[in-house]
């Protein structure tokens, strides 16, 4: 071979690739111990062992006609085998001044012969050698055969690394691996500082959105483009693992604290530059999240976790790093909670209830309607704000039953004020998944028929946000309700899309102006400005509009003055329970 063999380079990257081979004090193999029975009798020697050449011992990965499972470095020939190109010889060990005198020389051993073990990015790991009580040399037929054993070994390593523990896209070991690996040091250096570093190379949204316009294909390609370039922001001293689609973990162990605290900075800029994909440069948005531990104090799938929690809290940051926090933990937990139990609150009856914020005509100061919210009393963790919950759950399939809870809830109390004598429009919410239901407009109208309610007393809110998604969809749920009586409100307008000419597109009734706006009224001349620009516009496109948020009698006055419709907050009225509102 021409090249010099890396580990004589660099010994920190040859251990490296060694512990990356997953095989140090691993229990004996039958793969491993026909090699070398095998080699043992095709060479006619006593002794053969599969040896891997750690930072101070010789350890046996494999071994015919000896007890022994170790021996130190230093007294080994497999270290001075795994320096050279080809098969190592010493046809006398008490003849030859580097063993002369050796533990190996006192215990009778005469001969050595050892094939050394390279890996493919050329890093000399051990050996498989034979050895003899007698001196003697290896003819030309028998190197060739201790060669191609050599060769075999390496083969069985390589395929019994790529079962299961290597990901195939990127070659790099899985979270598998990772949880072995972290097991394997907690008990081999049990309480000894370490840190792993979760890299998301883009975020959700943007993987989503590449793999749109790019193809599935192509975003892989681009996560194995930034692979090397990962490897050579953290060096050869630490181990890195392929966890997910766009994710990566960095296991760093007995580094100084300064190289832990730099290597989030280091990824980050080291993926700054962008990513060839299918000839096309690919801006990348790295998240980087980081947790210290205790080698074997932590569970290795509870550490896994707290990193994803890190990089939660990163992705959400402006400086996109972030480190593991307890607390966030405790949110995190909370929010599993919230999302595991919101199913068995649908069913239960106890712990779910509509309470009803009225709607005034802000001209008359008369009673017109009440939006329906949502509230939820969890059986351990008491009254949970629906800003808290809500959000959590449109984002997964039970937005559909939450959806259809409120509707029947509602429009039942639409039903019984109506046989009281109440005359009062109802409005529910709905969120962007409700949108992408097919049958959402015939499910909401089949929830009004069943509580014997008119259409036209019912109004649905959306947010902006919710109308942005597909266009089509929104037009297509929109007219259906529409065609129907419901009326159609845009919840909190002026926060989110905002295109108006999009928004005319739309069968829109009203909008509601965002309570933000309403609060500073009195304070903020550009919240005036603002707010009445809103309702000007919003009657010239021919919509009805409501103010939320009143609270303070001159915020009421001023939107009565420009002419706004509606109104709704603390000024006029608390959200109450339904017999409130009777």
């Known amino acids: 071979m021409a090249y010099l063999h890396q580990h004589t380079k660099n ?294 976790r707290r990193l994803l929690i890190a990089v939660a809290d990163a992705r959400v940051g402006t400086s996109r790093r972030a480190r593991y926090d307890a607390r966030l933990e405790a949110s995190a937990t909370r929010r599993f909670t919230l999302l595991n139990d919101f199913a068995a609150a649908l069913e239960a009856r106890d712990q779910l209830a509509l309470v009803y914020q009225p709607r005034y005509g802000l001209a008359t100061g008369r009673r017109i309607g009440v939006e329906a919210l949502l509230r939820w009393t969890h059986p351990t963790l008491g009254p949970v704000s629906p800003a808290e919950f809500i959000p959590l759950v449109e984002q997964t399939a039970m937005a559909r039953p939450l959806m259809d809870w409120v509707a029947r809830a509602a429009f039942r109390q639409a039903r019984d004020w109506q046989r009281a004598g109440l005359d009062l429009a109802v409005s529910v919410n709905a969120s962007a998944r409700n949108l992408d239901e097919d049958d959402f407009a015939r499910r909401l109208l089949d929830r009004a028929a069943e509580a014997g309610v008119d259409p036209a007393r019912i109004e649905v809110e959306f947010t902006e946000s919710a109308l942005a998604e597909d266009h089509a969809q929104v037009v297509a749920q929109m007219t259906a309700l529409r065609a129907a009586g419901v009326r159609i409100a845009i919840d909190d307008f002026g926060t989110g899309y905002s295109n108006l000419s999009y928004i005319q597109s739309l069968p829109v009734s009203s909008i509601k102006i965002d309570r933000s706006f309403v609060l500073d009224l009195e304070a903020s001349t550009k919240s005036r400005t603002l707010v009445q620009t809103m309702i000007t516009m919003a009657h010239d496109l021919g919509y009805e509009v409501v103010a939320e948020g009143i609270e303070t009698e001159g915020a009421r006055d001023l939107l009565t003055a420009w002419g706004c419709d509606e109104g709704q907050g603390y000024l006029m009225s608390r959200p109450v329970a339904a017999g409130a509102i009777a």
Not at 14 to 27: E, H, K, M, S
Not at 74 to 85: D, F, T
């Open 11 to 304: 010994e920190a990257a040859r251990l490296n690739a060694l512990r990356d081979l997953r095989l140090l004090d691993t229990p004996p193999s039958d793969a491993f111990d026909r090699l070398t029975r095998l080699a043992s009798q095709l060479l006619g020697a006593p002794v053969s062992t599969i040896s891997l050449t750690d930072g101070d011992r010789q350890w046996f990965k494999s071994k015919v006609g000896v007890d022994i499972t170790e021996i130190p470095r230093e007294q080994a020939p497999c270290s001075y085998a795994i320096e050279g190109e080809d098969i190592f010889v010493v046809p006398d060990l008490a003849a030859d001044d580097r063993f002369r005198g050796s533990p190996l020389v006192e215990a009778g051993i005469r001969f050595y012969a050892g094939a050394p073990l390279f890996t493919r990015a050329g890093y000399g790991v051990g050996t498989i050698c034979v050895v003899d009580d007698k001196p003697r040399d290896l003819d030309d037929a028998q190197k060739r055969v201790l060669r191609d054993l050599g060769g075999m070994v390496m083969s069985q390593i390589e395929l019994q690394n790529m079962i299961g523990r290597v990901d195939p896209a990127s070659g790099l070991p899985n979270q598998y691996q990772l949880f072995e690996d972290l097991e394997d040091l907690g008990r081999a250096m049990p309480g000894e500082a370490a840190a792993l570093v979760l890299l998301e190379l883009m975020s959700p949204v943007q993987a989503g959105h590449m793999a749109r316009v790019l193809g599935a294909s192509q975003v892989e390609e681009i996560v194995t483009g930034a692979m090397p370039v990962v490897r050579g922001a953290v060096g050869n001293a630490a181990r890195i693992y392929h966890v997910g689609p766009q994710r990566c973990a960095v296991l760093l162990e007995g580094m100084l604290d300064e190289r832990r605290a730099a290597l989030p900075d280091a990824l980050r800029r080291a993926l700054a530059m962008p990513i060839p994909c299918g000839g096309l440069p690919v801006s990348l948005d790295p998240a980087v999240g980081a947790y210290e531990f205790a080698a074997g104090e932590v569970d290795p799938r509870d550490v896994l």
